[in-house]
């Protein structure tokens, strides 16, 4: 199964959202306004400027300082948009050759500072040693699997800051699956088939006293 990129089945207008546009716009922040480049491939379906705008304005100043991971990168507009508004660092995965590679040409064209791309599948990534990240975009392929399997292995493998922040994408007929127990749901919308949601890792409870 695909699991590094954006690649798999997929909903026909979302795919077709896909191959029609081969750039996108930042919105905010340094960057803003700049235009990025992406492979035309009909899997790379990155999320639209609305969505994104609307899922940033829900982040706020979460994002100024924060280490973050774009598990299933594609085009790269969610870790550069986060980039772009002040994240100290995006640790970005995709397994597609062709979209790392545009991605790190666009990291190296814009000089930009705390990021770097790792050319892998997303499980893979995760079975690797963790570093805890505040912030995680979660976009995997279309109907797949791959959102509850990398929901537990970021939850078990140490991966989350406490109170850590998670963006996911999902069909939204299906909705989310099940998510580890620490996870609860902050904001939820809809833009077509797709179901886009942010998440919260709530914080371990303090000790008892004895």
Known sequence: MVSGGKSGARAAPSV?????AR????????????????PASPAIRPTPDRVRETLFNWLGGAVHGARCLDLFAGSGALGLEALSRGAAHVSFVEQDAAAARELQARLEEWHAQGAAVARCD????????ATP?????LDPPFDSDLLGRCARLLEAGG???PGALIYAECPARAGLPALPPAWRALKSRQAGEVG???LAREPPAPPQPA
Do not use: D, M, P, Q
């Open 133 to 137: 990240f505040a912030l995680v975009f």
């Open 23 to 38: 750039t996108l716009r930042i919105i905010g922040g340094s960057w803003r306004g700049r235009k990025l480049r992406f």
């Open 196 to 198: 886009y949601h942010l």
């Open 16 to 20: 077709r959202r896909g191959s029609r």
């Open 159 to 161: 991966w989350l800051a």
């Open 122 to 129: 997303a499980l893979e990534y995760l079975g690797g040693a």
